[in-house]
């Protein structure tokens, strides 16, 4: 039936299989858990050219000296691959054959949650205490009581999407973590690639735009089945991601010093525009007429055209400028500086009119959606800051050990702080000590 990466007819596979005919074929496949008889036989031919590939020439072996070997010609064969698989030759001998055989089972057979009683969620003091199995998301607890879930595989980026979802990308595992928020229990991953690392829905909810860091591409999800629906490649590898409001740019910045804007109809470059330095963090204005866009190594902000892609102002801050928050009223712009504390500009100005010194390695940054605090990570401390905005004051640090990494707010009134070391925090928006509370 298969004879140097060639499926034979599906009639033929009926005939030893005891089938009468191809619909039965499909039938019996989809049964499995299989995709089509047409598809799977195009993954045969990727496999075998990737087995192929790896005794021949490594990560390097072309495509055009492995199709003749299944009689396809060779531009037949680049098509094929892309149909299949949703990426090109050169994505899949870099990523190795393992991780195109993980791409395979994901693509066939879908995690699905299974389901687990709940369970009374024992009492760990938070302070200086990994999470551990005992503390995992099977417990279910209620909504406004603050807990600590086990989240293994590195997991970085955070969107909270209204009351009831969040997705969480985990860089190390590759996929996009699902967290329901009105149960607080982590329901099931979708596979995505190396190093998902930035995800942000659109306005609807329905879509969500996933930048996988060392694959050069955005990753496009459907936020109501979970799964991937397209993959769009930029220059570079992708990290922070922003949407217009009206959603139909996504804007990208990469470690090529450069700010892209796409489509989001299509995924093709709008615009592009240089930087002094690699950005890690992007704000919109919201006039959503500007963005902001903070270049760590530079020590500056740009203050760029939203539709046109050109800089209007530079704010010369010094240090090295990460996080950005802007006001509602967009008078003002918050910026963490990792090298000497909170930065606040005037947007009116342009000057620095107050600076937090006690939040020196300040990496992260959010305001929370009633507007009365910001929260700021310190990944080098394992430290998260609450600030108080009427008074720019800091009112409490939480211990949170690990390294804090990004931090969303859900509709119910609470803060997800997301830890690289392997867990999510989640608590009430305004508690500033996690010493008194149990998880």
Known sequence: VCNNGRVGSAQALCERLGLR?????NRLLRREGLPSYEELSGWVC????????????????PLRSLAPQTHIETASAYRLVRRVTGHCWKDLRRAGTPEVLRWFQYRTHPPRPT??????PPAVRAAGLPPGPATSAAAVVPPSQPRRLALPGGPYGIAARGRDLAYIARGQAASIERLDLTTGRLTGSTFIGCTPSCVTFDPSGSRAYVSVQYLDQIAVMDATRHVLIQTW???????????????HTLFVTTNEDR?????????????????PATSHHLALHPAADRLYVATRAAGSV???????????RTFHLGGWPQGLVVSPDGLTLYVANEHHGLDVIGVGSGKCVARLAPETGSVALAMSPDQRFLYTGHPRHGKVGVIELASLRQRGMLETGGRPAQIAFDGAGQVILVNEAGWLDILPVGVSSLRAMTY
Do not use: I
Not at 21 to 25: A, P, V, Y
Not at 46 to 52: H, I, N, Q
Not at 115 to 120: C, E, F, I, N
């Open 21 to 25: 005919s191809r619909f039965q074929l």
């Open 46 to 61: 990727v496999f075998y050219w990737m087995v192929r590939g790896d005794a021949a020439g490594g990560a390097r072996a």
């Open 115 to 120: 389901r687990q009683r709940p369970l009374a």
């Open 233 to 247: 490649p930029v220059c570079g590898d992708p990290l922070p991601l922003l949407l217009s409001r009206n959603g």
């Open 259 to 275: 700010l892209f804007g796409l489509s989001t109809l299509t995924g093709r470059v709008l615009g592009s525009l240089p930087l």
């Open 302 to 312: 740009l203050e760029v055209d939203a539709s046109r892609l050109r800089v209007l």
